[in-house]
């Protein structure tokens, strides 16, 4: 197993980008996939595409994101590739409903966007998970679902 103690950078810094295209022309670089609920963690076990068994070690003000870097030498790079984000569009019915809906996902701390009236939410778990909380305002016809992934 690989520990990877830290991010050592991002795919756009500059240094970093040029020995990533040396080592892309090697077949050189590995990637490990990642959900995005994944980020919020600081340990966690992976397995990059090139088989390499990873344990990754964050500090407390670190959190990882589409280009993290986590090891770069002169023989290999591993970096991290986020698994697309999906998200739940919801329409609220009015306006008294947009802020009952609003209130609603606030106090289960889901990640939202707005979009005009329609609000966004991330999907980061099981789909049904949302749903299921979901399923009385529906009922009560305060909002409806968009399926938006």
């Not at 966690?44 to 407390?60: F, H, Q």
Request: charged share 30%; hydrophobic share 45%.
């Amino acid at each position: 197993m690989l520990k990877l103690e830290g991010i050592v950078g991002h795919v756009d810094d500059s240094a970093i980008a040029a020995k990533l295209h040396h080592l892309r022309h090697h077949g050189a670089v590995e990637y490990v996939l990642l959900a995005p609920a994944d980020t919020q963690r600081k340990r966690l076990r992976v397995i990059s595409d090139a088989g390499t068994d990873c344990a990754i070690i964050l500090a407390r003000d670190e959190r990882l994101e589409d280009g993290s870097v986590l090891l770069i030498d002169d023989q290999r790079a591993i970096v991290v590739r986020l698994d697309e984000l999906r998200w739940l569009l919801l329409e609220p019915t009015d306006l008294a409903a947009a802020l009952e809906l609003g209130y609603f996902v606030g106090n289960l701390h889901w990640r939202v966007k707005f979009d005009g009236s329609q609000i966004k939410v991330a999907i980061e778990n099981d789909e049904a998970f949302y749903r299921e909380r979901l399923a009385p305002m529906i009922e009560r016809r305060l909002a409806r679902i968009i399926d938006e992934h």
